[in-house]
């Protein structure tokens, strides 16, 4: 098992990073239990995020924009209200039976040098596999937000136990940033504080790409490859 470790400047930055090392680096890991039973290539992986509050919070190359990833924060991350067709959303797991988000935003109003607000995701019950109507179980891949304000900045630490570098990641970590902002927002407010997003920071057994996804990924990686194989077939047709 491979791991490796990406600084990033800012979160698009760490997206191109993350799918560069994977598609060059990656081990191959044949999925045999889960939402998608196909090849992957994957990379344990962590990815620390300097910026993580620069704007583009999502490149123009990624398969979600700007808009998309608001509506995540809000209704997957921060409220998360699951709908009928839902099994969860990471937001209603933070919310119920306990709001771990308001608890949260409490300890840290009461005192900023807490080391112990963190917020979970995963249940004991997702171990299992296949749920009580024997449908196969779909663990959630985000499974817990660490939180930590050091010099006047709120940093969030994350893991994901499986994660789609190409759909999912760009979305994850701008949605991330949203939530991050809103948590210190909430803080500031009612503690007349004048805190700060920090860093993000993740960590995931197996940050991944999907075999659908390869000529995708292919296509954004190698475009020098590209042109240059696109120069040899007008060469070739010259010629012929």
């Known amino acids: 098992m491979k791991h490796l470790k990406i600084s990033a400047f800012d979160c698009p930055d760490a997206w191109f990073k993350a799918l560069n090392r994977i598609w060059y680096e990656g081990d191959i890991f044949p999925v045999g239990f889960g939402s998608e039973e196909t090849e992957t290539k994957k990379l344990n992986l962590t990815i620390e995020i300097e910026h993580p509050e620069n704007r583009p919070l999502v490149s123009d190359k990624a398969s979600c924009d700007f808009k998309y990833v608001q509506g995540y924060a809000l209704e997957y991350l921060w409220c998360g209200e699951k709908q009928k067709d ?131 990924i292919k296509e954004l990686l190698e475009p020098k490859d590209n042109i240059k194989r696109m120069a040899k077939t007008i060469k070739d047709k010259k010629e012929t």
Not at 172 to 201: D, H, M
Request: charged share 25%; net charge negative.
């Open 86 to 216: 839902e099994t969860y959303t990471y937001g209603s797991r933070l919310n119920h039976p306990i709001n771990q988000i308001e608890e949260a935003i409490k300890r840290y109003t009461e005192e900023q040098k807490d080391r112990q607000v963190t917020m979970v995701i995963r249940l004991p019950t997702d171990i299992k596999k296949f749920d009580e109507h024997n449908n196969k179980s779909e663990p959630p891949c985000l499974s817990l937000i660490d939180t930590e304000i050091l010099d006047d900045k709120l940093h969030l630490t994350c893991y994901f136990r499986s994660w789609d570098a190409f759909g999912g990641l760009p979305a994850n970590i701008a949605g991330l940033q949203l939530f991050n902002e809103s948590f210190v927002n909430e803080i500031n407010e009612k503690s007349n504080l004048a805190l700060k997003t920090g860093k993000l920071i993740f960590h995931s057994k197996n940050c991944h790409i999907y075999q659908r996804q390869y000529n995708l």
